[in-house]
């Protein structure tokens, strides 16, 4: 699997990690460091960090699915149920 970035995002990545080495490690790195080391993280972790969500999204779509019975579900043959409602409704108001 290939993560592919947007060459924005991928400049504003780089970007991001030459400013956390300036920041929390005192250590300037360069932009080409800091692009080989995103390179790395997305193809050592990256595969791990998308199947990750994608399970989520699935195990998300099936909750979904299982409930789709419930949300969606009409009761069949109410008109006579509800017309009967109606009438007792209609007495007890009399």
Do not use: C
Request: glycine share 4%; no cysteine.
């Amino acid at each position: 699997m290939n993560l592919e970035l947007t060459p924005q995002f991928r400049a504003e990545a780089i970007a991001s990690i030459r400013r956390y080495f300036d920041e929390n490690l005192n250590e300037p790195v360069g932009e080409l460091q800091a692009g080989l080391l995103l390179n790395f993280f997305l193809e050592e972790v990256g595969p791990a960090v998308y199947n990750h969500a994608i399970a989520d999204a699935q195990a998300r779509m099936m909750q979904r699915e299982e409930d789709l019975t419930g949300e969606l579900f009409a009761d069949e043959l109410q008109y006579w149920p509800r017309q009967d409602a109606k009438r007792r409704k209609a007495r007890d108001h009399s």
